[in-house]
Every structure is written in structure tokens, then in C-alpha cells.
């Protein structure tokens, strides 16, 4: 089956069907110029510093231990405040707004899905929207983060910490079984810009018992023999295609 007729495929399936999840990865926003981290120009092919690995660096116990360092490596390559919505997030809150999409999974931290539109995102790995005091409790933005020098300070002197899952840190626990329950009530689930080589996240698909499971990567994923098809393409171009010929 040719690419376009995948698509013509994927049209038909998303317009018979009103309980669509989308569960979505780094290839997501790397066609907003956000860097995603496995590929062969990903975060992680680079090294940072002769001691220390992008792995490391963003670590719990790297934070803990070497807060200032996290924060420069942070602010450095973690935020893209300039960042603005692709195709493909729009796409998916238009459908959220017929009611076809009933929501958002999500392994990125940017809000680009938010910023698009969407309402119910489910953020696996946090945001960089989100900041609390490690002491009290007090919310801060993102605005507070990007201007603090050195390490974002509390008024209560705790340290400002970025509400984002680190290595060595849990996933949150209300998020993942919402996902799953999202998951494993759908009819649909389409997969998109995600290696699914990142768990616990990538073993949410296991949940998934409906009718067509349907991935779109530029490259291969371990699951690709247990979807209806693969489309292997932008996965911006292929949403806005399936998208516009139906909202």
C-alpha cells in the first residue's frame, strides 16, 4: 500500500470513529524545531562535557547534586520558548474540537499541544510551563526559570525545581492510569513521532484492544508488526492531510 493510500485509509478510519487517542512522541515537535533525542542529530549523540552524558545531566540525583550545572544544561537545550505549534498539534486539536479526539498522550514537556488548542493533554513526562518550590510548594512559570541566575531561588529560599521527570525519577502515577483507561477504551489509537523504545511510556500500547492501531514515524518502531500499517513520513503533513479533508 502506497503512502497516499494509507492516508486515504487513515482518513476513512478517523472519520467513521468518535473515540480516538493519540499517543505521541520527540517527532512530534521536531518539526517546531525542537530537537528530539535519539536520532542521529539528536540530544543525545552530542556530549556535553568530557564528565558528564545528556543521560546523566538530566538526572535526579545530577540535580540534586550538581544543581547549578543541571540549570545552565536545562536552560540550554531543554527550552525552546520560541517554539510554536506544527501541523501536526493543530491537526490534533481540531479533532479534539469535533469530538472525534478524546485525547492527547504525550512524552514531550513543551505544551506545544496546549498551545495548539488541545485541552485534554496528558503530560507522561511533565512540562517546562510548570515549576515548584522544592520547600513550599509555590508555583512559578517559565518566565522565572529563563530569568533566574544560577539556580531559580524560592522567596522562601527553596530551590525552584522544573515539574519534569528526570532518569532515576517516577513516573506520576494519576497520569499513566489515565492514560491507560484513555488507552484501553479507544477504538483508535494512532501513534506518532515516538521510537516507543522509551518505557514505561512505550508499554502503554500493550493496554490498547480496539480496532485499528495505526503508526506514523519516520522510522521503524518494535510495534510496527502489530499495527494495521505504518506510515512512514512527516507526521505533520500526514495529519493536516487526514485532517483537512474532514474538520
Known sequence: ?????????????????????????????????IPDFRSASGLYSERYSAKYSPEEMLSHSFFVRHTKEFFEFYKNKMIYKDAKPNPAHIALAKLEQVDKLKAVITQN???????????NVLE???????????KCGKFYDLEYIINS?????????GIVKPDVVLYEEPLD????EASIDYISKANVLIVGGTSLSVYPAAGLINYFKGKHLI?????????DRYADFVINDSIGKTLDKVVSSIV
Request: proline share 3%; charged share 20%.
Open 124 to 134: 507522561l513526562h511533565g512540562s517546562v510551563h510548570r515549576n515548584y518550590c522544592t
Open 109 to 119: 514537556i513543551d505544551g506545544l499541544h496546549q498551545m495548539a488548542g488541545s485541552k
Open 215 to 223: 503508526l506514523i514515524n519516520k522510522t521503524s518502531t518494535p510495534y
Open 173 to 176: 502515577t494519576e497520569v499513566i
Open 1 to 33: 500500500m502506497s503512502t497516499d493510500n494509507k492516508i486515504e485509509r487513515l482518513t476513512q478510519i478517523v472519520k467513521n470513529s468518535d473515540n480516538i487517542v493519540f499517543f505521541g512522541g520527540a517527532g512530534v515537535s521536531t518539526e517546531s524545531n
Open 149 to 157: 541566575i544560577d539556580v531559580p531561588k524560592c522567596i522562601c529560599g
